[in-house]
């Protein structure tokens, strides 16, 4: 496809289970970003990557939060028993990553998930 | 550190007026850039517009024009000609687009027939 894809669209989980969020970028695109919105809240940047190299995780709540892009395509967001209060949804954005400050983000669906 | 403040929670707008959604920034780099982004009812974000801190006009990008004032660090967005498709919630944020950016509250956006 041409834009971000993001999967699963929807997750539902137990409190003190693990997920993955998976992000697939517009294709070319060197940066990738995630970030997570509550309801009725903006984004809130979580962590980005130029590549595979993770440049920026200062957004990342806690330890319990990972993420990787091992082969500078892809990307994973990893939450490790999860907690009610990190339900929100969950974005990532990619950008061309070589226009500086100009560089335009382009936000994929979004992931909602649900911690029961 | 960055900050966007959107003091306009809500906004009734009558078809085909042109609408203004305020935002002011604080930021301490030098080069930055403000964007505006629109989501729909559906969910998704969708870009409408950058202006760079040294652009020296303001953008416009179709219906769409960005009223910078950096000594007032203020970056409003106004809509020309409203439409009913223009209804939905808009954020401010600023940031270099390469690296993270940092988003405002939102205005949620009613356009009225």
């Known amino acids: 496809g041409a834009g971000v894809s993001q999967s699963p669209r929807y997750k539902v989980t137990k409190r003190g289970q693990d997920v993955a969020l998976r992000c697939d970028p517009i294709s070319g695109h060197v940066s990738l970003y995630w970030y997570r919105q509550a309801l009725g809240q903006g984004p809130e940047f979580l962590t980005y990557f130029n590549y595979e190299a993770q440049q920026d995780k200062s957004g990342l709540p806690n330890d319990r939060f990972s993420a990787e892009r091992p082969e500078g395509s892809i990307s994973t967001l990893t939450i490790q028993r999860t907690e009610q209060r990190d339900s929100a949804m969950y974005r990532c954005?990619?950008?061309?990553?070589?226009?500086?400050?100009?560089?335009?983000?382009?936000f994929g669906p979004g992931t909602r998930l649900t911690v029961l | 550190a960055q900050k966007i403040t959107q003091t306009q929670p809500g906004m009734f707008v009558q078809e085909k007026e042109a609408v203004t959604l305020d935002c002011t920034y604080d930021?301490?780099?030098?080069?930055?850039?403000l964007f505006w982004y629109k989501q729909p009812s559906s969910g998704e974000m969708i870009f409408l517009i950058y202006?760079?801190?040294?652009?020296?006009q303001n953008a416009t990008e179709g219906r769409y024009s960005l009223n910078f004032q950096k000594a007032r660090k203020s970056a409003n967005l106004v809509i020309s000609a409203s439409q009913l498709g223009d209804s939905a919630m808009y954020f401010c944020a600023v940031g270099r687009g390469n690296e993270k950016l940092t988003f405002g509250t939102g205005t949620r956006l009613t356009i009225i027939p």
């Open positions: 930021t301490s780099d030098p080069s930055y850039g």
């Open positions: 202006q760079g801190s040294y652009d020296q």
């Open positions: 954005a990619s950008s061309l990553g070589t226009s500086g400050s100009s560089d335009t983000q382009y």
